[in-house]
């Protein structure tokens, strides 16, 4: 994971902090929230699995109305059986625990004159995110842990869409949408499992 931060991440933010310096504002953030997820291939339907997605956030804005965000966060995914789902299907749930780094760039619009520092309500973003597993549990249909049994890709790599609507300078309200570029399942002859995520969150910029 740290090699591939080296090669991808790390470039990436070099290039956005130093464009430009002098006329860039920097910022920091801190992220709370859910996700609501599921694993296409896996034959439960429905975004069921909750889990946490919490951490920091750096941005940068490089012009009026673009901004660079680089995120660190904590995030929950896998998947869970739903009321809905076949008795048949051979697992309950699938517990997946990512570090992860999203890079978004934010085109911002709606611009609020009114308060006593103006700002931008509205911030439309998309970009990717890379991913280290921590950790996971799956369990089957009979209740039982089989979480060894398994073997799950450890890098992820999602490509992310939202929107974020500030209701002051500092607090805003984001929701976004993220699907896995890489398959969940390690081995290429296994059924494939594709992740999909709904993530809502409040954002705190100092």
Not at 77 to 82: D, H
Not at 93 to 111: G, H, Q, T
Not at 152 to 172: E, H, M, Q, R, W
């Amino acid at each position: 994971m740290l090699n591939l931060i080296k090669i991808i991440v790390l470039p990436l933010c070099f290039f956005i902090f130093s464009k430009n310096t002098h006329a860039q504002t920097f910022e920091a953030g801190l992220i709370g929230g859910i996700n609501l997820s599921q694993l296409n291939g896996d034959n439960l339907a429905g975004f069921n699995q909750i889990g946490l997605n919490v951490g920091g956030r750096v941005a940068v804005q490089t012009s009026e109305r673009w901004r660079w965000n680089v995120d660190i966060l904590f995030s929950q995914k896998g998947s869970n059986k739903g009321k809905d789902d076949p008795q048949s299907a051979p697992f309950d749930s699938y517990r997946l625990n990512y570090v992860e780094v999203p890079i978004m760039i934010s085109f911002l619009d709606w611009l609020d004159q009114e308060d006593e520092r103006e700002y931008y309500k509205l911030h439309f973003t998309a970009g990717f995110s890379v991913g280290q597993m921590v950790d996971f549990k799956v369990i089957d249909v009979l209740g039982q842990d089989v979480s060894d049994l398994q073997e799950f890709n450890k890098i992820s790599v999602d490509l992310i869409v939202g929107a974020t609507y500030f209701i002051n300078p500092n607090i805003g309200i984001n929701a976004q949408y993220s699907f896995a570029a890489l398959d969940v399942r390690k081995e290429k002859q296994a059924q494939s499992l594709a992740g999909r995520t709904l993530t809502f969150r409040t954002i705190y910029m100092f």
